[in-house]
């Protein structure tokens, strides 16, 4: 159970930082959301 939940929250921290690269590396403001593109 506790290792669940680690992987879980390694893995909600992982998508957070991978989304903010690809913002930084295609210049998305954070306002603008992924359907306006």
């Not at 992987?7 to 359907?35: A, D, M, S």
């Amino acid at each position: 159970m506790h290792v669940k939940v680690i992987v879980l929250v390694l893995w909600i921290i992982f998508l957070f930082v991978l989304e903010n690269i690809v913002r930084k590396r295609l210049n998305i403001p954070k306002q603008t959301g992924w359907n306006n593109k």
